[in-house]
């Protein structure tokens, strides 16, 4: 079984919409990490949590929101979906010292 | 500002020949990096980390580390056509006291022709 698992794979929804992408991982892992991916322009850090209690802004963190539920658990809301935020939006794990992170396999959002 | 930078590329290498992958970042501070992997449409996959000055080993991928410099490399020995895929290099950068961010470079696109 994959270590960190994202759900859903896919997902097409409409303007306006309220969507939530999930994470889970069983890497024992405190951080969690919520990113996006759009050609040229690399990955770009939505979100960031270094423990339960802990939430943090990334450099584009406009139009969603998070929830840290539990060790395991990290999920990406977006209140009001618009095109823009189409995008390929991928969860990672890390420990300390070394702070490697692990991915998730993706969610592939299109908002029309 | 933290910054990695990467030449996009595309870099296109035989079949056999070795592949170099360069990376500068902005941060004297860092003491972290990464390089990772990631095919089309997948998502990044580790496949070094380096912490020390000088060349790190495994298997066919060698990574090098110049902190004077500021530059870290990627070097695939004997390439593959799977190896074709964007090679993205991360720095563990400071933020704020006790807390690091991974900043990532844009991803140099490497093609392997057979």
């Known amino acids: 079984d994959a270590d960190v698992t994202q759900t859903p794979r896919n997902r097409i929804t409409k303007t306006g919409k309220r969507i939530m992408l999930e994470c889970s991982q069983t890497?024992?892992?405190?951080?969690m990490y919520w990113y996006r991916q759009d050609p040229g322009l690399g990955l770009r850090l939505i979100y960031y949590s270094f423990d339960v209690k802990d939430i943090n802004k990334g450099e584009i963190s406009d139009g969603y929101s998070v929830s840290r539920q539990a060790q395991a658990k990290f999920s990406l809301s977006l209140e009001s979906a618009i095109p823009n935020q189409t995008a390929l939006y991928f969860c990672?794990?890390?420990?300390?010292?070394?702070?490697?992170?692990?991915f998730g396999p993706g969610t592939r959002l299109t908002v029309t | 500002q933290k910054e990695v930078e990467q030449n996009s590329g595309p870099l296109s290498v035989p079949e056999g020949a070795i592949a170099s992958l360069n990376c500068t970042y902005s941060?004297?501070?860092?003491?972290?990096f990464f390089w990772y992997r990631q095919y089309s449409g997948k998502s990044p996959e580790l496949i070094m980390s380096i912490y020390s000055n000088g060349d790190k080993e495994d298997g066919r991928f060698t990574a090098q580390l110049n902190k004077a410099s500021q530059y870290v490399s990627l070097l695939i020995r004997d390439s593959q056509p799977s190896d074709s895929a964007t090679y993205l290099c991360?720095?563990?950068?400071?933020?704020?006291?006790?807390?690091?961010?991974?900043?990532f470079g844009q991803g140099t696109r490497l093609t392997i022709n057979p």
């Open positions: 941060d004297r501070g860092s003491q972290s």
């Open positions: 991360a720095v563990l950068c400071l933020i704020i006291q006790g807390a690091q961010k991974l900043v």
């Open positions: 990672a794990t890390s420990d300390p010292p070394g702070d490697e992170q692990y």
């Open positions: 890497k024992g892992h405190d951080r």
